[in-house]
């Protein structure tokens, strides 16, 4: 239950079985109920039908249902641990903040660090500057992509550097030169970020700056280094969740705390 959307994923024996993804809006508890039903929808079940369920996120004290509460760094992680099990460092790139943690071999969080509240260090930045440049959201990375000369910003504060990619539309700076900047410029933080817990890779990039392709290559530039993108960057703590809920239940499986069910984990 994040700030800006609210995730599902319903996990069974052969993984990651249904998914839903709708933006948060002014009332959490409406749009998760709305989420899981179309999770479940997708994977032809009922709400018993499921065996566990694990809330987390922002919103997760919220919830319109009972589960357990896990923080959304320790979901990443066992999300990515799942999809990619040699993943050491996770950078889950989301609408408010940009979040770095280091794993175990096993998946768990050993140390992470978050970015401070400047938009310059989370998704709401790029809103901001795609709002500018009157370009979709989904058409930053390729575009970005196309750039052959970089705008370089003179600063790291969100609300200036918005009042410089006016000035360098003014000056005839083209769309594709100012996202790359603005993707270095992100990636500047981010790899601060890394380089505070020592970068150990393999390295993973979760959240809604999983889905910029020029920005994932910004990062990976910068930190000299390789990144793993998962198919749903968006979904990996909603899926880590529901993993957690699935070996929770396999844990307690003819114990007095499993639910009855078909054996599929949800997760928000």
Same mark, same amino acid.
């Not at 320790?74 to 992680?77: F, T, W």
């Not at 500057?129 to 370009?135: E, G, P």
């Given at each position: 239950m994040g700030s800006v959307s609210i995730k599902a994923a319903i996990v069974g024996g052969q993984g990651m079985m249904a998914s839903g993804l709708i933006p948060s809006g002014g009332n959490y508890k409406n749009v998760a109920r709305k989420v899981m039903d179309h999770a479940l929808a997708q994977a032809s079940l009922s709400f018993d039908d499921l065996s566990g369920l694990v809330i987390t996120g922002l919103g997760a004290a919220g919830a319109p249902f009972a589960g357990r509460q896990v923080s959304d760094i320790?979901?990443?992680?066992r999300g990515c641990h799942c999809l990619f099990p040699s993943a050491r460092t996770i950078i889950d790139i989301g609408g408010q903040f940009t979040k770095v943690a280091k794993i175990s071999p096993e998946g768990r969080i050993a140390d992470f660090l978050m970015s401070e509240k400047c938009a310059t260090g989370s998704g709401r930045f790029l809103q901001v500057?795609?709002?500018?440049?009157?370009?979709p959201l989904d058409e930053i990375g390729p575009l970005s992509l196309q750039s052959e000369k970089p705008v370089e910003f003179s600063t790291n504060c969100a609300v200036f550097a918005e009042s410089e990619t006016i000035s360098r539309i003014a000056e005839g700076a083209k769309p594709a030169d100012i996202l790359a900047g603005v993707h270095r410029a992100m990636a500047a933080k981010v790899s601060m970020l890394?380089?505070?817990?020592? /970068? +150990?890779?393999?390295?993973? /990039? +979760?959240?809604?700056?999983?889905?910029?392709?020029g920005l994932a290559q910004a990062i990976g530039d910068a930190l000299k280094a390789g990144i793993l993108v998962p198919d749903f960057p968006r979904l990996t703590a909603a899926f880590g969740a529901a993993c957690l809920a699935r070996e929770e239940q396999t844990a307690n499986s003819g114990g007095q705390n499993a639910r009855p069910g078909n054996?599929?984990?949800a997760a928000l």
């Open positions: 320790s979901c990443q992680a500057i795609a709002r500018i440049l009157s370009v890394v380089k505070r817990l020592k /970068l +150990t890779p393999d390295i993973v /990039l +979760t959240g809604g700056g999983g889905e910029d392709r054996g599929s984990e």
